[in-house]
Nanobody, 126 residues
């Protein structure tokens, strides 16, 4: 079974930090671009950040630039999202995703269709 499992969400005060993890299993995702999306209540799912699995290139939504950092550990088949200086507007369910489509072709317009995690809730209090 191929799956992505997110963890690390929770409740944090504005200005605080959280680190999300995405553990991939069932196959090696070495040839997959991977990234994070989020969905707030009443809103469409939106792009946050994505990275080539090689880790050489990453694309960030303007809303999180300078605050969030994506990283990966190929040995653990995992992707992480370090979130700093969190704001109430960051409150959402965060999803990990992977796709063989070329991230470099789309940049911040990349939208995967192959694999999605179940999501983890991030709530930032004011």
């Amino acid at each position: 079974q191929v799956q992505l499992v997110e963890s690390g969400g929770g409740l944090v005060q504005a200005g605080g930090s959280l680190k999300l993890s995405c553990a991939a299993s069932g196959r090696t995702f070495g040839n997959y671009a991977m990234g994070w999306f989020r969905q707030a209540p009443g809103k469409e799912r939106e792009f946050v950040v994505a990275m080539t699995w090689s880790g050489d290139t990453a694309y960030y939504a303007n809303s999180v630039k300078g605050r969030f950092t994506i990283s990966r550990d190929n040995a653990k088949n995992a992707v992480y999202l370090q979130m700093n200086s969190l704001k109430p507007e960051d409150t959402a369910v965060y999803y990990c995703a992977a796709d063989t489509s070329s991230l470099t072709r789309y940049g911040t317009r990349w939208y995967p269709t192959e694999y999605w995690g179940q999501g983890t809730q991030v709530t930032v209090s004011s």
